[in-house]
């Protein structure tokens, strides 16, 4: 078996034998699929990994099988890529060195369930933990838009914010992960435990240091949430009914986001259900508060278009609300013309109505705004992913500094490296634990160029770094 990503000289057939009892994956065109992830949102990105590829998956069914393959991709010196449900944004589970992909998605058992929280293996489908959760009368404190597909575990090691965090603030807010469990790639794996603040050390890098098995998470009392959409003549008016929705305790949305007319019309499945040629609101409501609801849209001049419980939702033929927020926004336009891609915006505080209507004006024609509002530190804020009509690398420079001369901080969605992107710098906390759990270097390396300055140092001495 020859080097599929053409970056190996392994003999993969070799190492594929020694793999077992675990089960793999060896036909090329499976590995080429199982090396993608949603990076082609990026016409940059997908230019650049289009041709990356693993060399062999590798499927582990429990902790015991993935120190297996751990020790074997140790002792032969192998790239590992951790992969979930292949749905990250910026490449993060593309193997940019070639290597073994180990997918987690048979490790997915929900272990323990109690109140105020769930333990699950890292690959559980999160739909899955909250059909497990359902019978407790408890819910996911968040889960992003991604529900049906995507892993927790993918969703620690890579995602932010979701449906829920409006009312339970992003992920790495106190008390949200409870614990993790990840593995060091080395002769013999060790499990570490990190609790509490500790959980910041692996949460969100992207799987380069440390193999997530188990999570604990904070759970939620189910509530009987609505689907509430709402429409209006102007987006000044529907994103300040928007902001004012998610900031009044009388309503306690768990999501509200603010979409631009042009992007809903790419929604053909809320065809007939809202009104046409309007900016439109789409929100998860508690039943017991969808008078309030209406009554601060009717406010803006407005007007409720649907307020559904699920059963009734699914009766009337309508997609979840959440295929209509975060990213889903722009993967329903994408499904129509992938001209379009997006970006990742932080609205300055306060984020109100004026800020936006500024920047909406200076921006131009091929960006259309869609806001997310959601909590940190208790406050709520906003965040744009707005629908970019891509004509080069340049443009998008050019909205790039349009946004940051208005104040709004950019996370560049563009770039498959950790640094470039969401976190902005160096973390070299994630850094020092890498060095700690994966002294070869192994994991997803490529992904951090700042790992390249600092992999000759102690874990002692990146930690420093941290602290300057
Ligand atoms: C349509 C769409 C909507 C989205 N909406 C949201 C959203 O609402 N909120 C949000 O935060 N993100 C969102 N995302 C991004 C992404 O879906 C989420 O981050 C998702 O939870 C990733 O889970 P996954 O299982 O697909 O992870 P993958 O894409 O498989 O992996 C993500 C990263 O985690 C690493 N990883 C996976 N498993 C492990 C493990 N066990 N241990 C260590 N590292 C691991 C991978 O190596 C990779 O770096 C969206 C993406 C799309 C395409």
Not at 284 to 301: K, L
């Amino acid at each position: 078996m020859t080097s599929i990503s053409g970056k190996s000289d392994l003999d993969w057939a070799r190492f594929a034998e020694r793999l077992a009892p675990v089960e793999v994956i060896t036909e090329p065109v499976l590995i080429k699929k199982r090396s993608r992830d949603f990076f082609w949102y990026s016409p940059i990105l997908n230019e650049e990994l289009k041709k990356c590829f693993g060399d062999l998956v590798a499927v582990p069914r429990n902790a015991e099988e993935m120190k297996h393959c751990l020790r074997l991709a140790y002792d032969a010196e192998v790239p590992v890529v951790l992969r979930g449900g292949g749905t990250g944004n910026y490449g993060q589970a593309v193997p940019l060195s070639g290597g073994l992909i180990i997918e987690t998605t048979a490790m997915n058992k929900v272990l323990e369930i109690g109140d105020g929280f769930v333990r699950v293996e890292a690959g559980a489908l999160m739909v899955d933990i909250n059909r497990a959760l359902a019978e407790s009368g408890q819910e996911m404190a968040m889960f992003p838009s991604t529900h049906e597909i995507a892993t927790i575990g993918g969703f620690v090691a890579g995602g932010s914010v979701g449906i829920g965090s409006l009312a339970t603030g992003a992920l790495r807010e106190p008390g949200n992960l409870i614990e993790l469990k990840a593995l060091s790639v080395e002769a013999d794996p060790q499990e570490h435990v990190f609790r509490g603040d500790d959980v910041l050390k692996i949460h969100h890098a992207w799987g380069l240091n440390g193999v997530i098995t188990e999570i604990t998470l904070r759970t939620v009392p189910s509530r009987n949430w609505f689907a509430c959409m709402a429409t209006f003549d102007s987006y000044k008016s529907c994103y300040a009914a928007g902001y004012q929705i998610a900031t009044t305790d009388a309503v306690e949305p768990k999501m509200a986001s603010v979409v631009d007319r042009r992007i809903a019309e790419y929604f053909p499945r809320l065809k007939g259900h809202v009104r046409e040629g309007h900016h439109l609101l789409v929100c998860y409501v508690p039943g017991e508060n969808i008078d309030p609801f209406r009554d601060i849209v009717a406010t803006h001049g407005g007007q409720t278009e649907l307020a559904l419980g699920d059963e009734e939702r699914e009766a009337a033929k309508i997609p979840h609300a959440f295929e209509f927020c975060f990213n889903h926004t722009t993967l329903q336009v994408l499904k129509s013309d992938r001209k379009a891609t997006y970006q990742q915006i932080g609205v300055p505080e306060p984020a109100d109505v004026d800020a936006i209507e500024r920047l909406r004006s200076a921006i131009g024609e091929d960006v259309w705004t869609h806001h997310e509002f959601f909590r940190l530190g208790g406050q709520v804020v906003a965040a744009d992913l707005p629908i970019i009509w891509y004509s080069g690398p340049e443009r998008l420079e050019e909205i790039n500094a349009t946004y940051e001369m208005h104040g709004f901080a950019v996370y560049n969605a563009h770039t498959s490296e950790l640094e470039r992107g969401g976190l902005h710098n160096a973390d070299y906390t994630h850094l020092a634990w890498k060095k700690r759990l994966d002294p070869k270097g192994l994991l997803n390396s490529a992904k951090s160029a700042a790992w390249q300055d600092v992999k000759h140092l102690s874990a002692t001495e990146i930690e420093a770094k941290a602290v300057k």
